[in-house]
Nanobody
Framework: QVQLAESGGGLVQAGGSLRLSCAASGRTESIYAMGWIRQAPGKEREFVATLTWDAWSDSSAYYGDPVEGRFTISSDNAKKTVYLQMSSLKPEDTAVYYC?????????????????WGQGTQVTVSS
């Protein structure tokens, strides 16, 4: 199993930036995708961004439409920590951000394919 711990959430003004991190432990070698899902109050969970790794450890990044061009996902070389650099933040980005991993070859641009979840970190963007 993989255990996840998010950090970096907080309160920022619109137009500002914030950097989230997710530290993975356990069987990190089993991770196919590792990324971020968010949920705003009263709304469905929404895919934000994720990284996938192929058999040769080459990575690919995917982004949800609302954050394309504003957020950047990255990881360290050991695939134990994933970061989400959020820029040009908008009030509609306000949500609990969950780190999540998939250990199977699944569709990763939706929340349903992920196997393990962190506890979430709150991001609040004021207007």
């Amino acid at each position: 199993q993989v255990q996840l711990a998010e950090s970096g959430g907080g309160l920022v003004q619109a137009g500002g930036s914030l950097r989230l991190s997710c530290a993975a432990s356990g069987r990190t070698e089993s991770i196919y995708a590792m990324g971020w899902i968010r949920q705003a109050p009263g709304k469905e969970r929404e895919f934000v961004a994720t990284l996938t790794w192929d058999a040769w450890s080459d990575s690919s990044a995917y982004y949800g439409d609302p954050v394309e061009g504003r957020f950047t996902i990255s990881s360290d070389n050991a695939k134990k920590t994933v970061y989400l650099q959020m820029s040009s933040l908008k009030p509609e980005d306000t949500a609990v951000y969950y780190c999540a991993v998939a250990t199977h070859f699944v569709l990763v641009t939706t929340p349903t394919g992920y196997d393990a979840w962190g506890q979430g970190t709150q991001v609040t963007v004021s207007s």
